[in-house]
């Protein structure tokens, strides 16, 4: 099977590429047509999530650059040693709710400074693959498509995420130890 999907990977895009248009003459669409129409649509959306965009970013920044984070990890690191959390992953934990790009950022300092064989190697890269950018979906989507009451949806990704960090420490110590 391993042998297949890699003889299969290569040509998947392309399959995708050819494939779909070919769906759409059999169906008789106008592909180029509907291509242009979802191209527009996109940019659209694009432009009316910008500002949604720079306010995450701008936070995210100002929260790094103020130490705030920093003076956070050290406050909450002994508490979190206790329970399996690394100290180092605070930051992780912190930011990536709110964006999936300050996350990876972070994530490569980690394993850059620990290695990725290391406790808070693996720990963070489960947490990164365990957890959603649970803030960037909710401004980016709901603005985009002006939804402005999502308190639910907030209090759900919150639960998600913290229930994607405590997984991530136990799934670790299931299959790698400490």
């Known amino acids: 099977m391993n042998d297949l999907l890699h003889k299969i990977g290569p040509y998947a895009v392309a399959m995708f590429v050819v494939g779909i248009p070919i769906y ?9 047509e509907a291509f242009i129409e979802g191209a527009k649509e996109g940019f659209q959306v694009a432009v009316r999530i910008i500002p949604y965009l720079v306010a995450i970013l701008s936070v995210i920044g100002a ?14 690191g002994p508490v979190t040693e206790k ?21 990876r950022g972070i994530l490569a300092d980690l394993l850059n400074t620990y290695g990725p064989d290391t406790y808070i190697g693996r720990v963070a890269s489960v947490m990164s693959g365990c957890t959603e950018t649970t803030f960037y979906v909710l401004a980016v989507y709901c603005g985009a498509v002006g939804v402005s009451r ?3 949806a907030l209090a759900t990704g919150i639960v998600a995420d913290l229930s994607g960090f405590a997984a991530a420490v136990v799934i670790t110590l299931l299959f790698f130890g400490r």
């Open 24 to 32: 759409g003459v059999i169906k008789k669409v106008k592909v180029y």
């Open 63 to 76: 929260f790094r650059k103020s130490g705030a984070m920093d003076y956070l990890s050290q406050w909450l």
């Open 83 to 103: 329970i399996g959390v690394p100290a180092a992953t605070i930051p992780l934990m912190i930011v990536r709710p709110l964006s999936g790009g300050a996350s």
């Open 150 to 152: 999502y308190r639910q």
